[in-house]
């Protein structure tokens, strides 16, 4: 085999690589973005309270560096 031939067989495997990536960020985008206004994520839903302490803590700590 001469080189431009593998050279070729390089090019269309990384070809290949490329459509599967693009073809599987597709996939996860219309799985996120179901809605363009709406995202929906990937991990379980935060309870109410666990929220209610998550901005606490954050606000607590920006507070923080202020001071």
């Known amino acids: 085999m001469n080189t431009s031939k593998i050279n070729m ?15 599987a960020v597709n996939a996860l985008d219309k799985k996120v973005f179901p809605d363009s206004d709406i995202m929906t994520p990937l ?22 560096e202020i001071e």
């Open 43 to 64: 991990t379980h839903k935060m309870t109410d309270q666990k929220f209610e302490d998550a901005i606490k803590n954050f606000l607590i700590q920006k507070l923080q």
């Open 9 to 23: 067989m390089i090019n269309t495997a990384i070809l290949a690589l490329l459509i599967y990536l693009a073809v």
